[in-house]
């Protein structure tokens, strides 16, 4: 299974782990507010509306795709020996990995490497 992976403290565009893969994927645009009638009293409706497409509530909430879609890196995971060996890697005593819900189309969930220190 793929996930999207980040590094805590590190801007997007740097590749965050020496395994990661560069990926383009569909950014999931979420608001909290209970409908699509509800949002339409915001000033950023519009431009969120227009922005975005595949418009619904879901969880409470409304979302939209993003039209563009966006660079990102992901890692290939297929065990939890794979996710021990990536913490065993880049987690040292002041660093930790998360497992993070996704907020891409492609990809339910991500990995966020906590750790300043590029290894």
């Not at 990102?72 to 660093?95: A, F, M, P, Q, T």
Request: glycine share 6%; net charge neutral.
């Amino acid at each position: 299974m793929k996930f999207r992976v980040t590094r805590a403290n590190m801007e997007g565009q740097k590749k965050p782990c020496e395994e990661a893969e560069p990926a383009e994927a569909t950014y999931l645009h979420y608001k909290t507010v209970s409908s699509l009638q509800k949002a339409k009293q915001y000033p950023w409706f519009n431009k969120w509306y227009n922005s975005t497409t595949n418009h619904r509530e879901e969880k409470g909430m409304i979302v939209g795709e993003s039209k563009i879609k966006h660079k990102i890196w992901v890692i290939e995971i297929n065990s939890l020996d794979d996710i021990l060996d990536l913490h065993k890697k880049y987690c040292g005593e002041e660093g930790c990995l998360s497992i993070v819900k996704g907020d891409y189309k492609e990809y339910s969930f991500g990995i966020e490497i906590d750790n300043d220190d590029v290894k």
